[in-house]
């Protein structure tokens, strides 16, 4: 369908709840941890490196096997496969053998008969490191030449030249920190053995394919002897992508050992230690510009820090590197970027999978600039949008942005926030008030749907519909509180033209729909929503063929609304219940099972030209946000956000909202006050939430106003025309940072901007 007939009121379109809201809030939800322990069920505990790099000479493994309750204890020679949970390319081994290379990698797992037996005895195992120098800064590995991705260099017209030549040059640097996915469901697996080597996976992830393929690995089998089920995650952000993975196959291997069930359950401690984050970066440019505030050329480099291993690094420095330039045109441009590799934790997807590190270059050229020719950021970004007169509607890689759109999304921000009455407020309070300070601070983004990795822009369906015309909806997608079921689910309703209360939604299962892309890069709806669709249209053209024939007219004539099939041709008396109709189907013996697939058409990507068209749309949005600093201390609080975001024409708009918001205030923890802090031998010290502030209820903005953007269904053949929602809202929380330093009167702020660094900050200026 292209989306532009009207819209049921329980379908596509509705404001309905999440299916799950209520079982959340009474907790009937049950997630991985909650289902009953089985008779014989083990429990595993993972041994953990204190040390950041280092090469095992001995692991004491016998001791922990005599302590009481003890079943095996499991280190890198005892797996039955290989030793190597790699999601991308290889040699990433589950347990350091021998060489260890970050503070918190696995180097051996006991199994015993109570969780806490198996925690007494991991914390009992002694191990032997012959220490070696560890890397921990991108700055050492970028002097030492270590990479884990090897330079991308994305270039357009000749950027040395354009900045030579600008009437104005300016050069910069800058960090961003990282930031632990927290989710309130820590990483946890149930594996339980069966009969011919099959190992059935329960876990908490976004890819349960992925989860087949590393266990099936490490087990040294097939795909199809592992069979992966998630019902719903308590919260994924990315860190269930790759993480997800391990925990599972560490499970599996002790099932496989054990012959028994095992589950693995993280505590928070260990999950933080041995678990990837969103990558810092590391930012160094050059830009010249004229004296409108026009930039004429820009050459940056973009330094991830990637930890010790490939993960998922190489996609999020693509993201970061197609991201760097954002709404913003720049004629002349070369873009570098890059993953150094270092003694931490292997560092991997998080919501935005780059695209947010990517975004913070252009805001803090365009802050500099403007500072530089006493302009506004606002007056430089826009001189700089995409598609305005006299600058190009083309990224560095050959795609079109939606200029239109853009100056939208900010001209309707602008209205919302009172943008010019409450600058003139602010500079009042300002001038009034000896230590308070208040800033306005604003931040438009464009942002890429699509997987990176082209292969990964498909999606599998299964639909059944019963006798008695109730459904059964599985797709290859997985459910951590977004919505993503529901929405699907209104995709079937839609099809069929029934009400929700008739769809069954099913756990995800690499048994019922396999070769899954994960859940991931704000595509789920995209991807799983069409391929619902498919499989739902091929049985509704058989039951309307059916009907058809019983009416003696064109299958085309059956229209199916409000849970009955029927043709106003023939007149009103014609009409089935959609249970009579499927019971009719049953009795004409009509398949009413189908399987449907979708992959996202007219998308490429030419890696070595870097050009091509990755994306299939963009997603846009603009925010205001307003904060005030106390300037002895240096703390901050965000006092109002104005967001509007471009969803299309929205699925679910109720869920939608619910995404901006979340998306936004874990952006602005992530900008904020989530600091990640490794001492000077490598190890993480914010572990848990005494020492890692993530934001909560209070953080939020006291008046926080959002809005989707009006009349504006997207352009390209997306799922009723709805867009992406999941990440792009969190680059808006951009809006905070830039409103800190319009408080402080600073151009340059390193991120996380802590009250630390604020502080800092304000006594530097003086």
């Not at 001189?383 to 100056?407: H, M, S, V, W």
């Not at 926030?417 to 931040?443: K, V, Y």
């Not at 749907?449 to 822009?457: K, W």
């Not at 595509?523 to 929503?529: K, V």
């Amino acid at each position: 369908m292209d989306g532009t007939q009207g819209l049921p009121r329980k379908g596509a379109g509705a404001a309905l709840r999440h299916d799950s809201a209520l079982k959340h809030a009474t907790g009937e939800a049950r997630f991985a941890d909650d289902m009953g322990e089985v008779p014989g069920l083990l429990h595993a505990a993972l041994v953990l490196s204190d040390v950041a790099h280092g090469r095992v000479v001995s692991l004491d493994l016998p001791a922990a096997r005599a302590m009481p309750g003890v079943v095996a204890a499991i280190g890198p020679r005892d797996l039955p496969g290989v030793n190597d949970i790699a999601p991308i390319g290889k040699d990433e081994p589950l347990f350091a053998d021998p060489v260890v290379e970050f503070a918190g990698m696995p180097l051996a797992m006991v199994v015993a008969t109570s969780r806490d037996a198996a925690l007494r005895a991991a914390q009992a195992v002694r191990a032997e490191v012959e220490p070696l120098e560890p890397v921990l800064t991108i700055e050492r590995a970028l002097e030492l030449g270590r990479n884990v991705v090897p330079p991308q260099v994305l270039a357009r017209g000749d950027a040395a030249a354009a900045i030579a030549a600008a009437p104005r040059r300016m050069e910069g640097e800058f960090r961003a920190g990282g930031q632990e996915h927290f989710y309130l469901e820590g990483q946890v697996a149930i594996a339980t053995p069966g009969e011919d080597g099959e190992m059935a996976v329960t876990s908490s992830t976004q890819h349960p394919s992925e989860v087949q393929h590393v266990v099936a690995r490490v087990l040294g089998c097939g795909y199809s002897r592992v069979t992966v089920t998630c019902r719903r995650m308590g919260g994924g952000f990315g860190g269930k992508e790759s993480n997800a993975s391990w925990v599972a196959a560490a499970a599996a291997i002790a099932a496989r050992v054990t012959g028994r069930p095992v589950k693995l359950r993280l505590p928070r401690r260990a999950d933080m230690t041995a678990t990837g984050k969103r990558h810092p970066f590391l930012y160094r440019w050059t830009a010249g510009f004229d004296a409108s505030g026009r930039i004429l050329g820009l050459d940056a480099l973009l330094a991830a820090d990637g930890g010790w291993s490939l993960d998922m690094s190489a996609g999020v420095v693509f993201r970061a590197v197609t991201h760097a330039l954002n709404c913003c045109d720049v004629p002349d441009v070369r873009i570098t970027g890059l993953a150094a590799r270092t003694n931490t934790v292997s560092n991997t997807a998080f919501r935005g999978f780059g695209g947010p590190q990517g975004a913070l270059l252009m805001e803090d050229v365009v802050h500099r600039v403007a500072a530089a020719l006493r302009m506004t950021p606002e007056e430089v970004r826009a001189r700089n949008f995409c598609g305005i007169p006299g600058n190009g509607d083309e990224t560095p890689y050959g795609q079109k942005l939606e200029g239109d759109l853009i100056a939208r999304v900010w001209a309707e921000a602008r209205r919302d926030s009172a943008w010019d009455r409450r600058r003139g407020e602010i500079a009042a309070f300002n001038a009034a008030h000896p230590t308070l300070r208040r800033g306005l601070g604003s931040m438009v983004l464009a942002f890429g749907i699509s997987f990176g990795i082209m292969h990964l822009n498909q999606a599998g369906a299964l639909v059944h519909v019963y006798s008695d015309g109730s459904i059964r909806l599985n797709h290859g997608g997985t459910e951590m509180g977004q919505g993503l079921f529901v929405k699907v689910a209104q995709v079937v309703c839609e099809v069929f033209g029934v009400d929700l209360d008739r769809v069954a939604i099913t756990a995800t299962s690499t048994a019922e729909v396999p070769n899954t892309a994960a859940t991931a890069a704000s595509t789920g709806s995209d991807l799983n929503g069409w391929a619902a669709h498919n499989a739902a249209t091929a049985i509704r053209d058989r039951m309307a063929g059916v009907a058809a024939r019983r009416w003696g007219i064109a299958p085309g004539e059956v229209v199916f609304a409000d849970n009955r099939a029927w043709a106003e041709r023939v007149g009103a008396n014609r009409f089935l219940d959609f249970g009579e109709l499927a019971k009719l189907c049953f009795l004409e013996r009509v398949s009413l099972s189908a399987t449907g697939h979708y992959s996202t058409p007219d998308i490429h990507w030419d890696r070595e030209r870097m050009r091509g068209r990755p994306f299939f749309y963009f997603s846009y949005g603009a925010a205001v946000s307003e904060v005030v600093v106390d300037t002895l201390t240096g703390e901050h609080r965000c006092l109002r956000t104005d967001i509007v975001q471009d969803c299309g024409r929205s699925l679910n708009p109720a869920v939608d909202r619910g995404q901006i918001e979340g998306a936004f205030v874990q952006g602005m923890g992530w900008l904020t006050c989530e600091e990640l802090w490794w001492d000077v031998q490598g190890r993480l010290r914010t572990v848990g939430p005494s020492t890692y502030k993530i934001p909560g209820s209070r953080d939020v903005p006291p008046a926080f106003n959002v809005r989707l953007l009006e009349g504006a269904p997207a352009r390209s053949e997306t799922i009723f025309r709805s867009k992406a929602v999941g990440e792009p809202p969190l680059l808006l929380a951009t809006s905070v940072w830039n409103a800190l330093k319009d408080a402080i009167g600073v151009e340059a702020l390193d991120l996380p901007a802590t009250p630390e660094r604020v502080l800092m900050a304000i006594r530097r200026k003086g």
